[in-house]
């Protein structure tokens, strides 16, 4: 249902094709690196061969937040061509005209190619329908620009969250519009109709709009939303279909409530940051006003946007509109230090999320139209290679940025692996759990689907 939204997926060929780090002069090719001034005659173009895939989708309203559908396609996916269901949300100028919508990628092909590969003549791209990528979408109307969408399964169905610019919370099936974008006949049905499912359930008890928004891994249909006014509330899902929400909220942070992760073992246990600066940990078995159990207040020295809670190991990740990216353990978060820290990025961090295939592994994106893949165990290896007396004078949390290590010539942190450009005002990143190494992320200039080499 393609209508005033004009979407399309266009494959690597495109003319938009992504900035990643690379510099060109006419009689040699250098390594690029964000906030190097270009010369006249340089010029940046894309490394095609650090990339294993790499894909676009745009949109006509940008979607500035979106969530990857678990599918039935299977576990640890690595033959091509593949396929991906996400579901975001629009914020478009006219608030009326807004959509959470279904996606389903398909065709997604290999960008780089063994020489010599069996799978080359496969891969390769005559131009033909049958080697473009495919998109098929289904919508469905949304009161006001979406700030956030998450989706979780609850029984047997796919559910989205989304938090509405309006200051309200809706609820929402999948089930229609994923029937749709995966059978042409129900598709045609849908389009035709105009359909366009209601929310099955919504909240407008937070009274202004929010960002923080979180399912519960451990606990199906269990959710938590944070708004700009400080507060959380807990939702509880109930027979029927409904969910009842604690109207006292829990209390602790002094400004708003910007991101909310619950752990991924602890059935009780929540994280949530802030623009006052801080990150705290909750437990729900307390009464609201008592249930923060342990504070970082200064964790960034101006808002923290973002964090994400290590799925296998104790940490939790934060990124900061100073730029920061600061990695926590939660073993001894009572200390209120970081075990790591880096600055690379030149703007504030707007989406940071672990790796859920590689504990060390975690990606992070930018206002600096950065998305940049980092690795913790290199440091490790770093460490290993240590002198005794070196080992005396390393200070007990690492700390890296620019200036802070090389790399032969490339002034970087050694545990920075990738830069990916291309995007314009990067909102949020999602790795695919069942698709190892791919990231999926949306900016005001779309979408970007891809995989490197490096990870």
């Known amino acids: 249902m393609a209508d005033e939204q004009c979407l399309e997926l266009v494959g690597e060929d495109s003319d938009d094709n992504c900035d990643q780090t690379e510099g060109r002069r006419t009689s040699e090719s250098n390594v690029y690196l964000p906030g190097r001034q270009l010369d006249e005659n340089e010029e940046l173009v894309c490394d095609e061969s650090a990339y294993i895939m790499y894909h676009q989708a745009q949109t006509g309203a940008p979607c500035l937040s979106f969530d990857v559908l678990q599918d039935e396609l299977g576990e640890s996916r690595q033959d091509f061509p593949m396929t991906c269901y996400i579901v975001c949300g629009t914020q478009a100028e006219r608030t009326h005209v807004n959509n959470v919508i279904v996606m389903k990628m398909s065709n997604l ?80 049905t849908y389009t035709r109709k105009q359909e366009s499912p209601a929310p099955v359930f919504s909240f407008k008890g937070h009274q202004v709009e929010g960002f923080a928004l979180d399912w519960s891994p451990t606990v199906p249909g269990q959710l938590l939303t944070g708004d700009c006014n400080k507060n959380i509330h807990l939702w509880r899902p109930e027979e029927g279909g409904s969910w009842q929400i604690d109207q006292r909220p829990f209390s602790g942070h002094s ?97 940071i999320e672990w790796n859920p295939n590689d504990s060390s592994v975690f990606a992070s994106a930018g206002s600096d139209n950065q998305i940049t893949m980092w690795d913790l165990a290199v440091e490790k290896d770093m460490e290993q290679e240590m002198t005794d007396s070196q080992r005396a004078g390393a200070p007990a949390g690492a700390e890296s940025g620019a200036g802070a290590a090389t790399s032969g010539e490339l002034d970087v942190p050694p545990q920075l692996l990738f830069i990916h450009q291309g995007q314009t005002d ?27 080499i490096s990870v």
């Open 255 to 351: 400004a708003s409530v910007e991101d909310i992760q619950w752990s991924p073992n602890e059935k009780t246990v929540f994280a949530s940051c802030s623009v006052d600066k801080s990150i705290r940990i909750w437990d729900i078995r307390a009464s609201p006003s008592k249930a923060c159990m342990l504070t970082t207040q200064e964790a960034h020295t101006r808002d923290v946007n973002v964090i994400s809670w290590n799925k296998k190991e104790p940490f939790i990740v934060s990124g900061g509109d100073d730029g920061m990216i600061k990695v926590w353990d939660v073993r001894q978060f009572k200390d209120e230090k970081y075990v790591a820290c880096f600055k690379h990025h030149m703007a504030p961090i707007s989406s």
């Open 109 to 188: 092909k290999k960008t780089s190619k063994d020489s010599g590969s069996e799978d080359d003549d496969d891969e390769s791209d005559d131009g033909t329908e049958d080697n473009k990528p495919d998109l098929e979408v289904a919508m469905m109307k949304h009161m006001g620009g979406v700030n956030r969408i998450r989706t979780a399964t609850y029984g047997n169905k796919y559910l989205a969250a989304s938090w509405s610019e309006r200051g309200k919370v809706f609820i929402w099936d999948l089930t229609r519009p994923l029937h749709a974008v995966n059978d042409p006949s129900v598709m045609s």
């Open 426 to 452: 990067i909102k949020e990143l999602h790795w695919h759990s069942q698709m190892p190494g791919v990231i999926i992320s949306t900016a005001h200039s779309g979408f970007n689907i891809f995989r490197t």
